[in-house]
């Protein structure tokens, strides 16, 4: 006759802690894993949005470098008559006649003559009634002359207002740009000779 095995109900107790503290070492582990994982990728997250925070204020920094920078190379002219401002490269010069206010990188007038030689620049502003209330552009093309060429043409904003710009070829190259200050006045700034400066001088234009 065969006995029937039976197994020691304390035997039983101890193989199921062992199975059960096994089974909880492996939930820890990879609840510990997984947990590690979060982090990891919580950390790698906020690394990445540092390094964008970190490269917009080295960008910002270069801005605030430059514009300190062009600030220092330049002075201000203020017309409170006419109601603005307008910046110049040091070294300019600034005259009023009856051409209205003109700003040169040369000493003005000059002997010699009224041409302009090499990279000399006359920039000519005016502020005029416009009592029809034209838009820039239908000034400009009411102010060019029918034996000019135009070799360049543009809408565009200056100091939030309506502007429009327009390089023509008659006796010289000249730049002309018309800002619409109110509906009824109209400003014009005119670069004769080399117009590299011109755009820094646009892009600091104020209305006071």
Known sequence: MYRTRSFSPILIVLIFSIVAAIASGIAVYYYSVGKNEVEKKKISEELENLKKDYEKLKVENEQLKDSSSQAEKSNTYTNEKDGYSINYPAGWFVTKDSEGVILTNFKYPQEGGTELNGNQTKIVINLKNNPQKMTPKTWALNTIGEETTVLKKEELKIASKDAYK?????????????????????????????????????????FI
């Open 166 to 206: 327009v390089k023509t070829e008659g006796l010289g190259v000249t730049t002309s740009v018309f800002v619409a200050k109110t509906s009824t006045k109209m400003l014009e700034i005119i670069n004769y000779g080399d117009d590299s400066e011109f755009s820094n001088i646009l892009e600091s234009l104020k």
